[in-house]
């Protein structure tokens, strides 16, 4: 029998805190998850397991941050409304964060009479943020909700076709199983390809248009940010190109 074990990262809900989105460009209410590193046989766990560390999410667009717990003074069991959030968890929240906020107030009020060096800062550091997330999603294995129900299809097919065989065409029981089980195969092949371009356009790409969309850049701008991006060697700038950004921002 084949057993399929090791450890994966558990995440458990840990609570709320108030915190600086960079993708929203404000302060914001993120929950906070547990990171537990815990034993699995086929990937079923039992436990939250040993303490690896946390991250946030922001509650209004979703992007996951590491998180340094040392920066809160306490974790709130409740989402509260933003400002006690702040009192609560995170009450240095302002002056730690005191030049993004300042940035993202002057990006508000005048975008394009920003200097070009603090536009360019902000690009690229809009860009980073998204292509470590890249890194970070490729990182781990982890399968979507479309590879899932490919996985469950294909099982389910494999046992109608086993069962239509048996009752019509006995004798073509092996030959049958076998095609149905390579469709099958296909089928959650064809949906693990595609991982990756739903994780582009359903989690990355909005996430950098809203970072993005106050800034108002042009293409050009885009295009040499993105050729900054590729001279650095990261992966998001062979997975997507400028034009698909700005197609993004509209
Ligand atoms: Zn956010």
Known sequence: MIFVWGRKPVYSHAGYVAD????????????????????????????????????????????VLPMETGHYTRLSAEQLPLVQLEQTTNPHLS?????????????????????ESERRRQIDAALRLQADALDEYESATRLDREVWWSIGGAFAFCVVVLMALRQQAPENMDNGFIIAFFLGLGAVA??????????????????????LAPLQPRQGEIDDAMQRLHSQGRKLAKRIDSTRIMQSLR
């Open 20 to 63: 600086y989105c960079p993708v929203c460009r404000a302060a914001r209410a993120f929950s906070v998850q547990r990171i537990g590193m815990a034993w699995h046989l086929w990937y079923i766990t039992v436990t939250k397991g040993e303490l690896a560390g946390y991250q946030r999410t922001c509650c209004d667009c979703g992007m």
């Open 95 to 115: 002056i730690r964060h005191a030049d993004a906020l300042a940035a993202a107030a002057r990006m508000r009020e005048a975008p394009l009479l920003l200097d």
């Open 190 to 211: 064809w949906q693990l390809s595609q991982m990756g371009e739903r994780f582009l356009q359903r989690e990355l790409l909005p996430k950098l248009a809203r970072s």
